[in-house]
């Protein structure tokens, strides 16, 4: 008799645990989608108007400065930071990769002037910054460093109840290896096991 409770009783906590983790990917979903889209979080352009926004108005947000750090996942921190401050500052979407490109210092600064020179320095400052976060992930996120990614995206599990944990790992890897959880059904299969 106890051990027919104790199989209701797992398979009891087995669905709430199964509810809990579906009901915590459904909420973060929306968020994990616009920034893949790079939406702001309220969905509307920012504020501030082009004529009116200088470069003093970005630097008093004291953007990150990026140097060529050594793994993706802190490329990616770097892309967050600075997506924060441009939001924080309301820096105009014209902007933000000329903007953007002021705080790239070593190794960054030195691939950012060959970039300029094979390209154009009117053309690579009219990239969107979506074209620049591109094209800086080709340069600092080698093929086997993203190869590295999609296995410990594939290989990701949620350990015990800790879903903060494992959601923030899924979140990450899903923003640097977007393809491996689009179209959205593809997403939650990996979310939820």
């Not at 199964?18 to 509307?44: C, D, H, M, W, Y």
């Not at 390209?119 to 080698?142: N, Q, T």
């Not at 990450?172 to 299969?189: M, N, Y």
């Amino acid at each position: 008799m106890s051990s027919q409770y104790h199989r209701r009783s797992s398979t009891s906590h087995d669905r709430r645990l199964a509810a809990r983790i579906t009901k915590e990917f459904t909420a973060a979903l929306p968020e994990i989608v616009a920034q893949l889209q790079n939406v702001n979080s309220n969905g509307s352009a920012t504020s501030a108007t082009p004529n009116n926004y200088h470069y003093k108005n970005f630097k008093s947000a004291k953007p990150p400065s990026y140097l060529r750090e050594e793994n993706a996942t802190k490329l990616l921190r770097w892309f967050e930071q600075m997506e924060n401050k441009f939001i924080h500052c309301e820096c105009p979407e014209d902007k933000r990769t000329r903007f953007a490109s002021s705080v790239f210092g070593e190794r960054a600064l030195t691939w950012w002037n060959s970039y300029k020179a094979l390209h154009g320095v009117e053309e690579v400052l009219d990239m969107s910054w979506e074209e620049l976060k591109d094209a800086i992930k080709r340069e600092f996120c080698p093929e086997h460093e993203l190869q590295r990614l999609e296995m410990e995206f594939w290989e990701l599990k949620q350990i015990g109840g800790d879903n903060s944990t494992y959601s923030n790992c899924f979140k990450e890897l899903s923003l640097l290896v977007p393809h491996l959880v689009t179209p959205l059904a593809r997403g939650i299969r990996k979310y939820i096991p």
